[in-house]
């Protein structure tokens, strides 16, 4: 029998996954129930050291000798700082030594409470990497738990191998042992390109020809990545919004999304490559999906298990995964799966052109790309700007979405007009965005190929599409920022020429000549009520 402690389970288990074959214990009440583990799986040979100083020298002497990571146990308090001089030797030996400390609740630490001490990042720096798990008590922090055991285990063994620690957190009672098997862990395996120059071939070879649903998922991404994507796309199914999308189609995920699909839409092997992705209900879909595999290709080969279903992180750039899928897309047949979706993605992408909209921050930023110049590259405002940018533009967007904040938006579009002077650069923005970077006019680098799209329905529009947030009476003045400026004096204070849209006569007035200004600069406040 095993301990009560989920946590604990979860370790014991990934441990014996990642084939680690000895343990150094030391004696302690907080720990005893990892030290129970250890001895109780039947996988690992465990030696008792007493000493903590000796012992993580003890376990460095097994691990260069065998040749293998070595785990050891120590309890809560000072006795992890005992292993510190043993940690610095691993560190600058390369040598693979998994140190797992227990420790006491969160709460209990620095409360003039028994051996409790700040143990997290207690051996920082001389470790590759330092996780604290939690305690877990519903399926995220389940799922939390073991993702933070996969990214120290397979830090353990990178890049030449080191030390890393995992601290574990246990509330008493401690000696409670009434689970009869370990669970069954999901393991994440990195595939450095150091170790393995032929992983990425091999591994998406593999998984996406037996698969029956593969799914190619594309975040954020360069344009010029995007040549060969039409090539797999034939083949295989490709979900990729503006940031990664340079087609004349959209794909309106979200519409697709929230109308229902059936399982046999689901993936079966997700492959994700890129950045950020904007859609939450595209995240919340494949989250969602049961038995899938997902396989991420990253430059850095760190773990973003932003679908929570990662079993594979492989290290490479997105060119080169891309290139390595068009050859392999010759080898494809699209099926069902890949049909199904693309009717879908025709008929979405029609209803949401044919739909009567009345005068709204959606009607005029589809009206905008029914009638934007071919030549016009576009850089998008965070929030309400791509995710409409998405359902309805016919180009690639750029837009910040590596951190997705707020500020910097309108300062980006301004350096992009100065890089490509000779081409005119539209950028959507939304009022809020705008005004909290206005200091981005105040540029004499700026010249007359800026186009501005002000979304203005005076305060975050946002807020209101939140459920539950209209109970609170607070919720305009002081979350979404009502406010009630207008650009006018912005933009005569920099020079812009300034139109404004209260209306769709007014919109389509405006918009006729707005590309056409050659003189200076322009913007185009598209005043909306926000309800």
């Not at 890393?164 to 999901?186: A, D, G, K, Q």
């Not at 229902?260 to 490559?273: A, C, L, R």
């Not at 997705?404 to 959507?428: P, R, Y």
Request: glycine share 6%.
């Amino acid at each position: 029998m095993y301990s009560n402690k989920e946590n604990v389970n979860i370790l014991t288990s990934l441990l014996i996954d990642f084939g680690i074959k000895k343990a150094v214990v030391c004696p302690g009440s907080r720990n005893s129930p990892i030290v129970h583990n250890l001895c109780s799986c039947g996988r690992m040979k465990c030696y008792p050291v007493t000493d903590e100083r000796s012992a993580g020298f003890f376990a460095i002497g097994l691990a260069e000798a065998l040749n293998m990571p070595v785990a050891v146990c120590v309890t809560s308090g000072s006795a992890l700082l005992n292993l510190a001089p043993a940690v610095a030797e691993a560190y600058y030996r390369n040598i693979q030594l998994i140190v797992v400390s227990a420790d006491r609740p969160i709460q209990w630490i620095s409360q003039s409470d028994g051996q409790t001490i700040r143990q997290q990042s207690a051996l920082e720096p001389n470790i590759r990497k330092s996780v604290s798990l939690p305690e877990p008590t519903n399926a995220e922090e389940r799922w939390f738990c073991n993702r933070l055991i996969n990214e120290a285990l397979n830090e353990t063994r990178r890049h030449g191998g080191g030390p890393v620690h995992i601290n574990v957190p246990i509330s008493e009672p401690l000696f409670v042992y009434t689970t009869p098997f370990l669970p069954c862990e999901r393991t994440i395996m990195i595939h450095d390109s150091t170790i393995n120059r032929t992983a990425l071939e091999t591994i998406l070879k593999e998984e996406i020809l037996k698969a029956d649903r593969p799914m190619l998922v594309l975040g954020q991404l360069p344009k010029y990545m995007l040549g060969n994507i039409e090539t797999i796309e034939k083949v295989c199914l490709v979900l990729r919004e503006r940031p990664a999308n340079n087609s004349l189609q959209p794909q309106p995920i979200d519409q697709i999304l929230s109308a229902g699909i059936d399982e046999s839409m689901q993936p079966d092997v997700i492959i994700y490559i890129g950045g950020t992705i904007v859609s939450k209900q595209l995240k919340r879909f494949l989250r969602n999906c049961s038995n899938v595999k997902s396989i991420l290709i990253d430059d850095r080969a760190e773990i973003r298990d932003t679908f929570m279903n990662l079993s594979h992180v492989v290290e490479a750039s997105p060119d080169e995964a891309l290139d390595t899928i068009v050859s392999i897309a010759g080898k494809l047949k699209p099926g069902k799966f890949v049909k199904s979706w693309h009717d879908a993605i025709r008929q979405a992408c029609q209803t949401i052109m044919q739909q009567p909209l009345d005068y709204s921050y959606e009607w005029a930023v589809r009206e905008l790309f029914k009638q934007l110049p071919r030549n016009v590259e576009t850089v998008c405002g965070n929030s309400t700007a791509i995710r409409l940018a998405n359902k309805y533009s016919d180009r690639y967007i750029f837009v910040n979405r590596g951190v997705n904040g707020i500020e910097g938006s309108l300062s980006t579009a301004v350096g992009h007009s100065v890089a490509v002077k000779h081409t005119q650069v539209c950028c959507i923005i939304g009022d809020l965005s705008f005004f909290y970077d206005q200091n981005a006019l105040w540029n004499q680098n700026l010249g007359n190929n800026l186009r501005i799209i002000l979304l203005n329905n005076h305060g975050g529009g946002i807020f209101r599409q939140l459920p539950g947030l209209e109970q609170s009476p607070f919720r305009d003045k002081f979350i979404a920022a009502a406010h009630v400026t207008s650009a006018r004096e912005v933009c005569c204070a920099h020079k812009l020429e300034y139109l404004e849209a209260h209306n769709k006569t007014e919109f389509n007035n405006a918009l006729e000549s707005f590309f056409n200004r050659k003189e200076r600069s322009a913007l185009l406040e598209v005043f909306i009520e926000i309800e």
